[in-house]
């Protein structure tokens, strides 16, 4: 071979051994799939409650992921929730364009990023406006309460549920549990179907499009006939009976609020099934429509 001779004038180039040349090698293999769930960890896993959804709808449940991943920071870039979804950045910005038409982020100017939109503020101030009915509910609940000497509650409809948004329980030995936070179904509880009264039929048959509807005890409403009766007698009577149609051994009577637009209340008491007489039901009765009317006097909704 011949050998390699050097221009005059030049110096000779230096020897480099390749192994102290430290060249940046990108991750292969398992190394880029760290690199990634290194990424990846940085943020925070989306809550999940009960099990997942037999058919889930990975469109919305993206859409839900970036709402809750935005109430726990300060702004999102494009690229945060590309690589938070493992999506495409294409994706991820028609999933933010989308987000930002119904008022759930809005992109800073100057850097370009999402911050939360003016519908957080209206959530927000929706779920205050919940919590003052509960606080300007609850004296007339604890009079309520001291007159009877029984457990009384304040339910909510929601769909064909009602939550029970306060509860005063009694201090007698013998007493029924207060159900504060619990969701029964409506055609359930004299609540519940004090609720439903203030709906039409049609609405009500749009709440239940089947026939059966689900029972707590043998003495629940258990079919959508029976309901519509039910509740044509209570529309008549103004207010809504249960015996121990939620669970056995209880009693209760349940007076509707004037329902508005945004939300429906119902204020009820319940008893001991063993207490409830003619007499007893008739004082509650009247008791109950003392407290309904200073509820409705103090304009909840």
């Known amino acids: 071979m011949a050998a390699r001779t050097r221009?005059?004038?030049?110096?000779?180039?230096?020897?480099?051994?390749?192994?102290?040349?430290?060249?940046?090698?990108?991750?292969?293999?398992?190394?880029?799939?760290?690199?990634?769930?290194?990424?990846?960890?940085?943020?925070?896993?989306?809550?999940?409650?009960?099990?997942?959804?037999?058919?889930?709808?990975?469109?919305?449940?993206?859409?839900?992921?970036?709402?809750?991943?935005?109430?726990?920071?300060?702004?999102?870039?494009?690229?945060?929730?590309?690589?938070?979804?493992?999506?495409?950045?294409?994706?991820?910005?028609?999933?933010?364009?989308?987000?930002?038409?119904?008022?759930?982020?809005?992109?800073?100017?100057?850097?370009?990023?999402?911050?939360?939109?003016?519908?957080?503020d209206d959530l927000a101030f929706a779920m205050l406006r919940r919590l003052d009915v509960r606080n300007r509910a609850h004296p007339v609940l604890e009079k309520l309460s001291a007159d009877t000497q029984e457990t009384v509650h304040l339910g909510r409809l929601e769909g064909t549920e009602v939550h029970f948004i306060d509860s005063i329980e009694s201090t007698r030995a013998l007493r029924v549990g207060n159900r504060l936070g619990r969701t029964m179904p409506a055609n359930c509880t004299s609540t519940g179907k004090a609720l439903l009264s203030t709906l039409t039929d049609a609405e009500v048959l749009a709440l239940y499009p089947e026939e059966r509807l689900i029972q707590l005890t043998p003495k629940s409403v258990g079919t959508r006939t029976e309901l519509l009766a039910t509740l044509e007698r209570v529309r008549a009577e103004g207010f809504a009976m249960s015996q121990e149609e939620s669970e056995e051994g209880v009693s209760s009577i349940a007076i509707p609020l004037h329902p508005s637009r945004a939300s429906r209340f119902a204020v009820n008491v319940s008893v001991p099934a063993s207490r409830m007489s003619a007499r007893i039901r008739r004082d509650l009765l009247t008791r109950l429509r003392e407290a309904a009317e200073e509820l409705e006097q103090l304009q909840l909704w």
Do not use: K
């Open 7 to 120: 221009a005059p004038g030049l110096s000779p180039a230096p020897e480099v051994a390749s192994a102290d040349v430290n060249w940046p090698v990108p991750p292969r293999g398992p190394e880029r799939s760290l690199a990634r769930m290194t990424r990846q960890d940085e943020f925070p896993a989306a809550a999940e409650y009960g099990t997942a959804p037999q058919y889930p709808i990975d469109s919305v449940d993206n859409a839900l992921r970036v709402i809750l991943l935005l109430g726990s920071r300060e702004s999102l870039r494009l690229t945060d929730v590309s690589q938070y979804l493992g999506v495409a950045s294409s994706t991820a910005h028609r999933l933010l364009a989308m987000l930002q038409y119904r008022g759930f982020v809005r992109q800073d100017g100057p850097s370009r990023s999402y911050v939360p939109g003016p519908m957080f």
